[in-house]
Nanobody, 125 residues
Framework: QVQLVESGGGLVQAGGSLRLSCVAS????????KGWFRQAPGKEREFVAA????????HYADSVKGRFTISSDSAKNTMYLQMNSLKPEDTAVYYC??????????????????WGQGTQVTVSS
């Protein structure tokens, strides 16, 4: 069982950048499908990006493609989300997730059993 802790959120102006980190403990994170989701007030949790465990293929929501980059460092048991050209609509609580269901449905919350506590990202206009 893996425990996940996010960090790196904060307040940034539109057009700025942030890098989120998700540190895993208790298990080897490279054995998991890994994803980032976000949830804005009054909205459902939505998919942002994912990286598959087998070959490390990256997947992105259309809304962040070309601006966000997901990566992982197996030596540090850590996953990252580099967010550039941030927009006010990116404001949300960002959650990292890990799963060993290997469903291939990276954009679904049901693909992941383990979740972090979330980190707030606020983008001002």
């Amino acid at each position: 069982q893996v425990q996940l802790v996010e960090s790196g959120g904060g307040l940034v102006q539109a057009g700025g950048s942030l890098r989120l980190s998700c540190v895993a403990s208790g298990s080897t994170f490279s054995d998991y499908d890994k994803g980032w989701f976000r949830q804005a007030p009054g909205k459902e949790r939505e998919f942002v990006a994912a990286i598959g465990w087998l070959i490390g293929s990256a997947h992105y929501a259309d809304s962040v493609k070309g601006r966000f980059t997901i990566s992982s460092d197996s030596a540090k048991n850590t996953m990252y989300l580099q967010m550039n050209s941030l927009k006010p609509e990116d404001t949300a609580v960002y959650y990292c997730a890990g799963g060993r269901r290997y469903s291939g449905s990276y954009n679904r919350t049901t693909a992941y059993e383990y979740w972090g506590q979330g980190t707030q990202v606020t983008v001002s206009s």
